[in-house]
């Protein structure tokens, strides 16, 4: 190349990141004209919240402690419930949907659109759809979270899938082994590491999600946290807000042991 | 005996790439042939296509009558499990352990269920520790195989493709990613096993010197076609470098 193309080349970059950066600056100007964002609303805002948790969420009220510990409970269990199913089941479809074990390309893709619609749909929408055909409770819940901890793993599964050792699995497979052993053999010992640490974060992230869907009638703790606030039971809810915070804390601190010794 | 035709062999992959344009050869029974070329000559896919690793455009691959090229699961099933193959990745289980390892060469010989779930039985582990003393691993046979030098994954892998009692070998680069000394170990362990069982070893390497050291005979591989065929005396410099040369060096003469 010579240098007169090189020095074109330097300078269609330079016009290049120019544009990037002058394009991000005129997107963010007009979407806090359109929403009407402002640092000053910011800060006053900033300040009734305050009041707020200053004076009606404080103290939390520790009597009401022993009310909560069945919800509590309960979105332990479903978060771990959608995690185990969950979990199962998309180890079977990420088999399908990736590209380096799927037996055809077109189930490959069946399977990751199917995934997509589970995944990309929230977990809140699912619930408020659900709740619909069964009503309240932590059965709703439990699917709403099944649905989508299906549909993410699936995704990550597949994704761990693709990017195994082909040398290792050409191997086996060069033995003579069959389709199901060179599975278990070539591709299962590769799988299984990344298979417990998404599984582990699935859990602390449906824990998280299981509050949200709480309040739209998915049982556990969000439900008593949306009912005391339309009760204006403020006190109530800021504790079962802390529940919630240390529940999660924990759940966190013990999915980090576990990885920490599979892995 | 012959126990391997390889007939008019041609591979394009789907990126228009032509690996191989036509190779025809005999092994026969017992025979240590050695393939030289250079990079991106077709030594590898024609390895592979021998025991469909890759699926051959064109052609015909005979394996004791029958063809590797035509064959269906079941057949190919049949056919793999008689031809060994050691790679130059070692390609072991990495977190699997040596033992298991080589019992992985069973696979081909148990049905679907016992081989999923590891259900190898005590005379097939007896073989297993037998080929790892053979090789000079009995003592590492519970360790994980990540944590052996190359050298001794390399020589896992001969156990491995040992354990499928092979009427042929395959090798593809075995001591390309190994330094000397190890090189040497792994060729002898290689040429000795093979001759001693009477098994035919078709192996691909790149340093000239080793091939004429070991091979019964060797063939050269250029762009896809098979440019000598026969004894190391017969290879004198001249083949060498039509073989490695041959149109590169006017390539680079002309840029």
């Known amino acids: 190349m010579s240098e007169k193309q090189l020095l074109q080349v330097r300078k269609q970059k330079r016009l290049q990141v120019f544009l990037f950066f002058a394009a991000m600056l005129a997107l963010s100007v007009w979407s806090a004209i359109s929403t009407g964002f402002s640092f000053s609303g910011l800060f ?29 409970l309960e979105t332990i269990y479903m978060s771990f419930v959608a995690m185990v199913i969950g979990a199962i089941v998309a180890a079977f479809l990420a088999i399908f949907a990736s590209a380096t074990t799927a037996p055809h390309p077109i189930v490959q893709v069946a399977v ?20 619909a055909a069964y009503g309240l ?9 099944i649905m989508v901890s299906t549909g993410a793993l699936t995704r990550a599964f597949a994704e761990i899938l693709e990017e195994i050792d082909m040398g290792q699995v050409e191997a086996v497979r060069a033995t003579g082994a ?19 640490g998404w599984s582990l974060y699935m859990l602390e992230i449906n824990i998280r999600a299981s509050t949200i869907i709480g309040m739209v009638g998915g049982g556990g703790l969000g439900f008593v946290i949306q009912t005391q606030i339309k009760l204006f039971q403020y006190e109530q809810v800021s504790m079962a807000v802390l529940l919630t915070l240390v529940l999660v804390l924990i759940m966190e601190w013990i999915t980090n042991q576990i990885r920490e010794r599979i892995i | 005996m012959t126990l391997l035709q390889v007939k008019g062999l041609e591979k394009k992959y789907p990126d228009g790439t032509v690996a191989l344009k036509g ?8 025979e240590f042939i050695v393939i030289i070329g250079p990079s991106g000559a077709g030594k590898s896919t024609l390895l592979r296509s021998v025991n469909r690793l890759v699926d051959a455009t064109n052609g015909a691959v005979i394996f004791k009558d029958r063809d590797v090229v035509k064959a269906g699961t079941r057949v190919l099933r049949k056919i793999r499990r008689e031809i060994g193959m050691i790679f130059q990745g070692f390609n072991l289980i990495e977190r699997a352990s040596v033992l298991n390892n080589v019992l992985h060469g069973r696979l081909g010989y148990m049905s679907d269920f016992k081989g999923m779930f590891y259900l190898f039985n005590q ?18 046979i519970y360790k994980r195989a990540d944590e052996l030098s190359g050298g001794q994954q390399q020589r896992v892998g001969i156990a491995r493709a040992l354990a499928q009692k092979p009427a042929l070998m395959l090798a593809d680069e075995p001591i390309a990613s190994l330094d000397p000394v190890s090189s040497n170990v792994i060729m002898d362990y290689l040429y000795n096993i093979c001759r001693e069982e009477g098994i035919a070893c078709l192996c691909n390497l790149h340093q000239v010197d080793v091939a004429k050291k070991y091979a019964t005979r060797i063939i050269g591989i250029h762009a896809g076609e098979k440019v000598f065929d026969g004894k190391p005396e017969e290879l004198t410099e001249d083949i060498i470098n039509q073989i490695y040369h041959n149109k590169k060096k006017e390539l680079v003469a002309n840029e």
């Open chain 1, 44 to 72: 006053t805002g900033t300040v009734d919240s305050t009041k707020f948790i200053i004076f009606d969420l404080f103290p939390p009220d520790f009597s009401y402690i022993a009310s909560l510990v069945e919800p509590a």
């Open chain 1, 112 to 131: 990751r659109a199917f995934s997509s619609l589970f995944r990309n749909i929230p977990v809140l929408i699912w619930t408020i759809l659900l709740a």
């Open chain 1, 137 to 145: 409770g932590t059965l709703v819940g439990t699917i709403a979270l």
């Open chain 1, 178 to 196: 069959s389709y199901g052993q060179v599975l278990a053999q070539g591709v299962l010992p590769q799988f299984l590491p990344g298979f417990f």
């Open chain 2, 23 to 30: 190779i025809d050869f005999e092994v026969n029974e017992g």
């Open chain 2, 123 to 140: 005379s097939q582990k007896k073989t297993a520790y037998e080929l790892l003393h053979r090789v000079g691993l009995g003592e590492q």
